[in-house]
Nanobody, 124 residues
Framework: VQLQASGGGLVQAGDSLRLSCAAS????????MAWFRQAPGKEREFVAS????????NYADSVKGRFSLSRDNAKKMVFLQMNGLKREDTAVYFC??????????????????WGQGTLVTVSS
């Protein structure tokens, strides 16, 4: 199983970025997909999740209205569109996969597979 995250970079506050995560080795449609992030010196935190069909989504309050999660089941990919980036969004972003259709879970321990992370740095 491999989750390959990409799209991170250095941007200024207010800019946008689109993160991508490509999955292999799993039956993609059987998995909830999510993004977590971990800032320096902080614990990993939930960002957003999406159910297998892509219809239902769950966002952390800190990103609601700015970030948008989508998936392409044919391509086995999930995308995190991040708009209006703030300095506090600076973190390593990880994609994760959880078997089943409980997209409400925000606990990292509930997720079965993890990508390697992609760094997002937002400067003011």
């Amino acid at each position: 199983v491999q989750l390959q995250a990409s799209g991170g970079g250095l941007v200024q506050a207010g800019d946008s970025l689109r993160l991508s995560c490509a999955a292999s080795g799993i039956i993609f449609i059987q998995y909830v997909m999510a993004w977590f992030r971990q800032a320096p010196g902080k614990e990993r935190e939930f960002v957003a999740s999406i159910n297998s069909s892509g219809v239902r989504k769950n966002y952390a309050d800190s990103v609601k209205g700015r970030f948008s999660l989508s998936r392409d089941n044919a391509k086995k990919m999930v995308f995190l569109q991040m708009n209006g980036l703030k300095r506090e969004d600076t973190a390593v972003y990880f994609c994760a996969a959880r078997y089943g259709n409980n997209f409400y879970s925000r606990a990292s321990g509930d997720y079965n597979y993890w990508g390697q992370g992609t760094l997002v740095t937002v400067s003011s």
